[in-house]
């Protein structure tokens, strides 16, 4: 429960003690107290553990968590926010869980995604370009360009909010996608032109990049595909807002994962750089 509903509940509690005390009347039980709370809007968060007695304080115990808003074991004990995907076919459940003072919670749940034209596949099986979103637990990646900017988000258009840093997209931004070379997988600066093969020029992605952030997939200096003879297992791993066909129904990704752009502006808004991570499954 979040601060201000605690204060909803003191307020409203200490009221009815006072008014019930002056009265002469006993203190309200702990039925009372969870009626003030649903009088007050309040629907989850805590409940009283003790009967209200004039002079004193009430315990209030948080919730436990809905097992289906538990993250999997595989996400890090650090962890503050989970993206979860749950692929089907080329389909996806996503689902925004966030620990909230201290307990998880589905704060959006049920989002309509998309994955690769492929599928899932896990990342230790998957090549660059097969057309599949690398299945397993990533944090929300962090990059540094060629200018010396560090970003987790970035975008053709305008930042939506987000806590991290974001990098507004610029001409000569050229997602390196092409294994054998130590910038695989990088933010590079090239020309339209030079850009070519499997990489990405950013610019080039209006709409479906309008707004993205950065899943951490064969990320880092450890990335597999930055030497020749290794083979280049992802790059450009983004979630991002939904490509359409001409009949207006979103469009499977090259390997990413998408939404539709209200719900990738909540996700982005809740992610924060260090706690946050990505489970994506088949």
Not at 10 to 22: S, V
Not at 65 to 83: I, M
Not at 148 to 154: L, R, S, V
Request: negative net charge.
């Amino acid at each position: 429960m979040r601060h201000g509903s605690r204060l909803l509940v003191a307020a409203a509690l200490a009221a009815a003690t006072f008014g019930a005390t002056a009265a002469g009347a006993e203190a309200p039980t702990i039925v009372e107290v969870a009626a003030i709370g649903a009088a007050t809007g309040i629907t989850h968060g805590a409940t009283a553990s003790a009967p209200a007695t004039p002079g004193t304080s009430v315990q209030l115990t948080p919730l436990p968590t809905d097992p289906a808003c538990q993250p999997p074991a595989s996400v890090p004990a650090g962890a503050k926010q989970v993206v979860r995907v749950d692929a089907r076919g080329t389909s996806a459940t996503v689902d925004l869980l966030q620990l909230v003072d201290g307990t998880w919670q589905c704060t959006r749940q049920g989002m309509t995604g998309r994955v690769g034209k492929n599928g899932v596949r896990p990342l230790a099986q998957r090549v660059s370009g097969d057309g599949t979103t690398p299945a397993g637990t990533f944090p929300l990646g962090t990059m540094t360009a060629p200018d010396g900017q560090t970003f987790q988000f970035f975008g053709n258009g305008a930042n939506p909010g987000v806590h991290g840093s974001w990098r507004q997209v610029k001409a000569g931004d050229c997602w390196d996608a092409s294994g054998g070379d130590p910038t695989y997988n990088t933010l590079t600066s090239r020309s339209a032109a030079a850009c070519s093969g499997d990489d990405e020029y950013l610019p080039a992605f209006v709409e479906a990049y309008s707004r993205a952030a950065l899943i951490g997939a064969n990320m880092g200096p450890d990335r597999s595909g930055d030497q020749p003879g290794e083979t280049p297992r992802a790059a450009a791993i983004f979630l991002h807002r939904f490509s359409y066909d001409a009949a207006g129904n979103s469009k499977p990704t090259s390997g990413c994962v998408s939404l539709a752009g209200d719900d990738l502006d909540a996700v982005l808004r809740a992610l924060v750089p260090g706690e946050a991570w990505f489970v994506i499954s088949a």
